[in-house]
């Protein structure tokens, strides 16, 4: 594994040379802005920011990039240090693929993950191949026919870069992705350039272990639900536990984060996906998440995704929360569209770093048909394991299902040590 870590200063004249257009245009649902965190008085410079580290790599280069809204460069490196977190007129940036065809770089075409390049598909739904209307660059799908790049799809190019925002969640596809780019790449012997991003989950390890018999695109690795790395530092786990095919190695180039831990706090910029809002709905995404294995709505169809749960079948004697779940961006068929639903609203709530099993298991324990909930096939692939709808279902308290992850996760623990780019 070839693994090189740039630890130089950002130049400020080549942020200037960043293409024009910076400021954000307002997109109905779909770019929702908000701004960094500080760490002190220092603003977090992610990887792409560090266009001097990374340039020398891509000159002369046939390039291909692996990107969709979140590949971006922030111009405005004063305004990402306010404390505002919802106004979307103070953040500018660039997306990385305009910036990069500014400033000469000979970008061949774009590989989209899900939800699409721009960002506006809904979960599940298939990704076409086509052309980006932009920059005219051809798009290819990751997320349609293959979701595994053709050793055609990667002919001509010298070299694939990876930038796209992550949440820290297995059953959250982008890391599948990375394992599928780096896999086809290390086949092709064609390095692969990784610009690392903060991940918001990523000040904790929790959740069940992936069993090897569940592997999906849901979850492919041995990981717990909640893993508690980067990108860059997940890319260095799949090479150097030989999870790519046939224990191959991908040559891989980590332009690392600066002036960040995993205990910094960071608000994420842009919307990661059509129903990730906010930073609650981030918090809350590995524990409401697992409605998703069930036939319990977990807020799509609404503008509090992943911060409600609800379905006609819930007590309404116990759920006194109601809302009613409709079509809308990134939901095209939400779960009990257009009818009413009982649960709980958690858009208010505090919550802290842990994957909790309390809500799933409280819609459990108060459907009034229980048959109804889960899908199983589907919420053993998300939970990484059959054993937990089997807990639920046995009336296992929550500490008690929690304590037997724990040898697994102290595994994992010493496992993860060995790739940190982090504190």
């Known amino acids: 594994m070839t693994f090189n870590v ?3 200063t950002v130049l400020l004249f080549l942020l200037a040379m960043i293409s024009c257009g910076s400021k954000i245009k307002k997109h109905t649902n779909e770019d929702h802005v908000r701004l960094h965190k500080p760490q002190g008085n220092k603003t977090i410079i992610v990887g792409a920011n560090q266009t001097e580290a990374y ?26 240090r306010t404390s505002d977190t919802n106004n979307s007129n103070n953040h500018k940036y660039t997306h990385l693929v305009d910036s990069l065809l500014a400033l000469n770089v000979n970008i061949k075409k774009v590989f989209s993950p899900e939800h699409g390049f721009r960002g506006t598909a809904d979960a599940g739904e298939v990704v076409k191949d086509g052309i980006d209307t932009k920059t005219n660059l051809p798009i290819v799908s990751l997320y349609g026919n293959n979701k595994k790049p053709t050793p055609s799809q990667l002919e001509g190019l010298d070299i694939v870069l990876f930038d796209i925002q992550d949440v820290g969640v297995r059953f959250y596809t982008y890391i599948s992705t990375l394992h599928y780019i780096m896999e086809a790449c290390a086949e092709a012997q064609i ?10 989950n990523g000040h904790y390890i929790d959740g069940p272990t992936l069993e090897p018999e569940n592997k999906s695109f849901l979850g492919m690795h041995p990981i717990p639900l909640v893993h508690g790395m980067t990108i860059g530092e997940y890319a260095q786990m799949i090479n150097g536990e030989q999870w790519l095919a046939n224990g191959i190695q991908c040559n891989i180039t980590v332009i690392p984060l600066k002036n960040y831990t995993h205990n910094t706090p960071y608000s994420l910029p842009i919307r990661p996906s059509p129903n990730l809002p906010n930073d609650q709905s981030i918090k809350l995404y590995p524990s409401l998440g697992l409605f998703e294995g069930t036939n319990i709505n977990a807020g799509r169809g609404t503008e509090y995704q992943f911060q409600r749960y609800g379905a006609p079948f819930l ?31 958690l858009s208010n709530m505090t919550f802290h770093g842990e994957v909790s099993l309390k809500w799933v298991m409280q819609a459990y324990h108060n459907a009034t048909d229980k048959t109804l909930v889960f899908n199983t096939a589907n919420f053993t692939k998300h939970a990484g394991t059959a054993k937990l709808q089997q807990q639920i279902e046995a009336g296992l308290s929550e500490a008690e299902i929690k304590a037997t992850w724990q040898a697994d996760l102290n595994a994992f623990k010493m496992v993860r040590k060995k790739y940190l780019i982090y504190k």
Do not use: W
């Open 6 to 8: 740039f630890k130089n």
């Open 191 to 200: 390095p692969v350039l990784i610009l690392d991003r903060p991940n918001p």
């Open 315 to 345: 007590d309404k004697r116990v759920f006194t929360f109601t809302y009613t779940p409709v079509a809308n961006f990134g939901a095209k068929h939400p779960k009990h569209k257009n009818e009413l639903c009982y649960g709980e609203d």
């Open 55 to 80: 340039l020398p790599l891509l000159n002369n280069k046939c390039v291909g990039i692996v990107a969709n809204q979140t590949s971006v460069i922030f111009t405005d490196m004063v305004s990402s």
